[in-house]
């Protein structure tokens, strides 16, 4: 029995002193991880330096920032200044007399117009639009509707002649125009909101192709 308890008395005192053991070096660990930190910041308040870089480092990036928007905003104004430029040039050096072909394909309709002009002014005008259902993305009962709405607006108008036809799946609208002897009224009167002058001035051929080649069409 004295035996015994010895033993319990042993173990009882190695676990206390364990304990303890672990209680020291818990209490210094804290201490140190103090003694860090306090170090730490001793060292931050010792180099002012090193706060004052990241802050210049900071600022320069903004500084970046502003300087590459501002480069792009005058890469921009600059295009659009060539483009200006480059229009202006095209106008001044097109023909006053002759004919020309312009076309574009664009969501499934392609179109293609001819100008017939002299001294700059348009007085005959040869366009075909051609629609294609499948690319379009709409039924050929949609695109039927579509082309005799057209062909309404201008069928038996004095100076139009309008024609609509169906091949190979595609539907065709044909439009002759002579601008000396169109009856703006009755256009007017059909379609006033693409046509809302009775008296519209001579079309020029210079601003005739102005507008086709902002709307994407190319010179053939």
Same mark, same amino acid.
């Given at each position: 029995?004295?035996?015994?308890?010895?033993? !319990?008395?042993?173990?009882?005192?190695?676990?206390?002193?364990?304990?303890?053991?672990?209680?020291?070096?818990?209490?210094?660990?804290?201490?140190?991880?103090?003694?860090?930190?306090?170090?730490?910041?001793?060292?931050?308040?010792?180099?002012?330096?090193? =706060?004052?870089?990241?802050?210049?480092?900071?600022?320069?990036?903004?500084?970046?920032?502003?300087?590459?928007?501002?480069?792009?905003?005058?890469?921009?104004?600059?295009?659009?200044?060539?483009?200006?430029?480059?229009?202006?040039? =095209?106008? =001044?050096?097109?023909?006053?007399?002759?004919?020309?072909? &312009?076309?574009?394909?664009?969501?499934?309709?392609?179109?293609?117009?001819?100008?017939?002009?002299?001294?700059d002014i348009v007085y005959q005008q040869d366009a075909v639009f051609a629609f294609n259902p499948k690319e379009m993305g709409k039924?050929? $009962?949609?695109?039927?509707?579509?082309?005799?709405?057209?062909?309404?607006?201008?069928? /038996?108008?004095?100076?139009?002649?309008?024609?609509?036809?169906?091949?190979? /799946?595609?539907?065709?609208?044909?439009?002759?125009?002579?601008?000396?002897?169109?009856?703006?009224?009755?256009?007017?009167?059909?379609?006033? $909101?693409?046509?809302?002058?009775? =008296?519209?001035?001579?079309?020029?051929?210079?601003?005739?192709?102005? !507008?086709?080649?902002? $709307?994407? &069409?190319?010179?053939?």
């Amino acid at each position: 029995m004295n035996k015994h308890l010895k033993i !319990s008395v042993a173990l009882l005192s190695s676990v206390f002193v364990l304990a303890a053991c672990g209680q020291n070096n818990s209490a210094q660990t804290t201490q140190a991880a103090q003694e860090t930190t306090q170090a730490n910041n001793k060292q931050s308040k010792l180099n002012p330096a090193t =706060n004052n870089q990241s802050q210049e480092k900071t600022e320069d990036n903004q500084q970046n920032k502003e300087k590459s928007t501002d480069n792009q905003q005058n890469k921009k104004k600059s295009n659009q200044q060539n483009n200006t430029k480059s229009n202006q040039q =095209n106008s =001044n050096s097109l023909p006053k007399d002759g004919e020309a072909v &312009y076309k574009l394909e664009k969501n499934g309709v392609t179109t293609s117009i001819k100008y017939y002009f002299k001294d700059d002014i348009v007085y005959q005008q040869d366009a075909v639009f051609a629609f294609n259902p499948k690319e379009m993305g709409k039924t050929e $009962e949609e695109v039927q509707q579509i082309v005799k709405k057209r062909h309404s607006i201008y069928n /038996g108008v004095k100076g139009f002649e309008s024609n609509i036809a169906r091949k190979n /799946g595609i539907y065709y609208h044909t439009l002759k125009i002579d601008y000396n002897n169109i009856d703006w009224k009755e256009l007017h009167k059909r379609d006033p $909101e693409t046509h809302p002058s009775e =008296n519209p001035p001579a079309l020029k051929y210079s601003d005739a192709v102005k !507008s086709r080649l902002e $709307e994407g &069409y190319v010179k053939q």
